[in-house]
């Protein structure tokens, strides 16, 4: 298959095991059946007709598979929601919000998950920056040019394996022309009070006979951002602060009116371009982001102790700067009919990735990253209805961190490396039966090669090498008990095995204020989830509710272990057991419907607990329960909404000393609301599109109980967005 030429296969140090045979078997069989099944249909077309016509707004039919829930953002959604972070785009989705370490730097949390648990993907291949690795790191992505954001919570994200075990989001960069785009340029301002902050974007697509060339570019400026009040709590501050050296004998004063250093500059530029050749579509594109954000000053402990502040080191009070270089090659072919019912579809990436920290003058961190990855898939649709999705992917990943320490006013550089190699394979399949049913069933086989390149003199030679097969499953069952109404359960065991950091990496950490110990020992983490979603989608009314349950057998975390290395808490690697369960909804309701006029209300909510079942405490920077109520019009002349978002108070936080990273303080209840409006002014074969938007306009302080600094940096206070968007 075409898969197999593009994708590589497994490492050679590698060998094939039981579980690829039986995997390559299945994949084998599961081709075998469905092409039978299109020779033997004929007498079984016309019962299963009727499932043809299957209502699945919510889910993504091209992912093939849904597998439990995918939520699909794009078109005018996703232009209103515009954020600089991906994560705030997502924020107030159903189980999902955003870690908010700054403006720039925020990552998508699933369900009280986030970190290496949660997959951030462009194309269905990985971003190739360091955003899992801490929350002050940003996701190497501007939201500005996507085209569409997928959202897969729970079963869905089986076919990325471990590195999205808690959920997953892809994104559409809108790099590489679609065959169906004409000709256009496209230009977008933007503005907004919060942070005087500045947008300009340009996109033109252009034809060449019968190629499509498509050039990106944008330039986004932003300041500290406002706050209704003070920074820190009140506890935190009288406590001083949590992340700097014991030596700092006060508090600085509590910064009033606006966040310090949150300001950021982001610019970035692209080359793409869409070939046609003998029923394949071949792409190719080449991009590079560049971005340079400040995080607020208590966001990192500064780890000098013993020397002289500002002089021969690091003062606590120097402002941290993060100048971050990603570059990015994609390459695409697919082929959208090959035989009959059969799309292949194969990508590779190769990235370059440089990260800098600066507190102040001195270069304190330095990250490199290079990769390189292959994907290859393959989806066949039976004339039965039935679905069959497979595929192979490659990749390899090199990484090195530099970190500088001062003592006694004399820098001392640790290098740390390390490389990680693998592959895997996966099936995934759904066939409906007995007229109302739907049977689903997949599996990810992943194997992977994790390596220490420089280990430190005494480290284990045992250690210094592991390898990881990791055998993830899920199976479903749908039943459509009317045209409208669909019931559905879904059982998953997956699997997930330690990142690199958490094997080999030892050195401070200033993003969390701790020293980071890892277990080369660890093992991988298994977690067994049930969901249940019923699903209600008629003329007027669309309701979806869900309710999960997901138990983590070798949780891996960060435990105290009670004493310093170079003033910092150290922390090690450890495992756990640990529980997630929660409940989500959905209701939409159109309350009037007339031409191209339209009146709907939706109202959404969400409630998560996490469990450390090893310790029998919460969890921390578990998601509060959330409700929101939106108001929508639409009169053909314009579009325009009203919400109101809820964040329940959450005081279910683990039993902790003040100072250690477990720590977290009980959380307040806060009330947002915002508006929008939306005038679209086509003529003459452009399309001018004006917004404004405004956010908190009570002006309310809210702190975001899931964020590393929700005691240092509220969210945002009010902020009014003026755009515009001319296509032509």
């Known amino acids: 298959m075409i898969c197999n030429k593009t994708a590589a296969p497994a490492p050679p140090a590698v060998r094939p095991t039981a579980l690829v045979r039986r995997l ?14 299109d020779e033997t249909a004929d007498d079984a077309i016309h019962e299963l007709d009727p499932l043809e016509a299957r209502a699945r707004a919510e889910a993504a039919p091209r992912q093939a598979l849904a597998l439990g829930l995918t939520r699909d953002i794009e078109g005018d959604e996703l232009a209103e929601r515009l954020s600089p972070a991906l994560a705030d785009l997502l924020a107030w989705e159903p189980g999902v919000t955003a870690s908010f370490y700054s403006p720039a730097a925020s990552r998508p949390v699933v369900r009280g998950l986030d970190g290496y648990r949660v997959g951030v993907f462009e194309n269905r291949l990985g971003t190739g920056d360091v955003s899992d690795t ?54 977008l301002a933007h503005a907004e009070t919060v942070n005087n902050g500045r947008l300009a974007a340009l996109e033109h697509t252009a034809a060449a ?5 498509r050039a990106q570019a944008l330039y986004r400026e932003a300041g500290d951002y406002k706050i209704p009040g003070r920074a820190r709590t ?9 992340r700097l050296p014991p030596t700092v004998p006060a508090p600085a004063p509590n910064p009033e009116g606006r966040v310090p250093n949150t300001g950021l500059r982001t610019r970035s530029a692209g080359l793409g371009k869409l070939v046609p050749a003998r029923g394949w579509e071949i792409g190719a594109a080449l991009n590079a982001y560049l971005t340079e954000y400040g995080v607020p000053i208590d966001g990192h402990a500064h780890g000098n102790p013993f020397s002289e502040p500002g002089e021969t080191a690091p003062s606590p009070f120097d402002p941290v700067r993060i100048d971050l270089e990603n570059f990015r090659f994609l390459a695409t072919a697919r082929r959208p009919a090959c035989g009959d ?66 003592f006694l006013g004399r820098p001392f550089e640790d290098t740390l490396t390390s490389r990680d190699h693998g592959g895997a394979l996966f099936a995934l399949g759904e066939q409906p039966f007995g007229g109302r049913w739907i049977a689903e069933a997949g599996a990810h086989l992943g194997l992977r090669h994790a390596e220490r390149r420089d280990p430190p003199e005494g480290f284990p030679d045992n250690l210094r ?27 998953a065991e997956a699997r997930r095995s330690p990142a690199s950091e958490e094997l080999f990496i030892e050195a401070p950490h200033e993003a969390t204020g701790i020293y980071r110990i890892p277990d080369p020992a660890l093992r991988h983490e298994r977690v067994r989830s049930v969901e249940a979603v019923a699903r209600y989608e008629g003329e007027r009314l669309f309701l979806q509710a869900n309710a999960f349950v997901r138990d983590f057998d070798g949780f891996i975390y960060l435990r105290n272990q009670g004493f310093e290395i170079e003033g910092l808490v150290a922390y090690r690697h450890v495992q756990s057991p640990a529980r997630f369960h929660g409940l989500e909804g959905i209701a939409r309701f159109t309350l009037w419907s007339e031409a191209e006029r339209s009146v709907h209300l939706q109202v959404d909510a969400d409630l998560l607990r996490g469990q450390d079942r090893g310790r029998d405490q919460p969890l921390p920077r578990i998601p509060p329960a959330r409700a929101s109520l939106r108001l929508a019009a ?25 100072g250690t990273l477990a720590y977290q303080a009980p959380t307040p209840a806060y009330t947002l609301l915002n508006a929008g409006l939306r005038l679209p002014l086509d003529a003459r074969g452009s399309r001018l599109h004006l917004t404004l938007r405004g956010e908190n306009l009570l002006n309310r302080e809210a702190r975001h109980h899931p964020s590393f600094l929700k005691d240092i940096a509220p969210l945002p206070g009010r902020s009014l967005r003026a755009g515009i968007e001319w296509t032509f």
């Open 209 to 213: 006979g019968t190629w499509l060339l």
């Open 634 to 658: 639409e009169t053909g002349v314009f579009a325009a909404h009203l919400e109101v978002r809820r964040a329940f108070a959450q005081n279910r936080v683990p039993d902790s000393v003040f």
């Open 234 to 242: 009140d506890t935190y501050h009288e406590a001083n602060r949590i």
């Open 341 to 406: 019912g059969t799309t292949l579809d194969t990508r590779a990436r190769l990235s370059r990735f440089r990260q800098d920290e600066r507190e102040g003058a001195f270069l304190t961190n330095s990250f490199r990253r290079t990769e390189a990855e292959a994907r290859g898939e393959v989806l066949h649709t039976a004339r039965t209805g039935g679905l069959l999705s497979g595929g192979l992917s490659a990749f390899r990943a090199d990484y090195r961190n530099r970190n500088t320490s001062y």
């Open 24 to 37: 390559g078997g299945l994949l084998s069989l599961c081709l075998c059946l469905a092409a039978a099944a």
């Open 134 to 187: 801490s929350p002050d790191h940003a996701v190497a992505m501007d939201p500005v040019f996507m085209r569409r954001v997928t959202v897969y919570k729970g079963t869905p994200a089986l076919r990325f394996g471990g590195a999205a075990i808690g959920g997953a989001v892809d994104v559409d960069g809108g790099r590489i022309p679609h065959p169906d785009d004409e000709p256009s340029t496209r230009l």
């Open 465 to 491: 090498s592991r390898r990881f097969a990791t055998l993830s499953t899920a199976a479903g069952l749908r039943l459509h008990l009317t045209p409208a109404l669909e019931l559905s359960l879904h059982l």
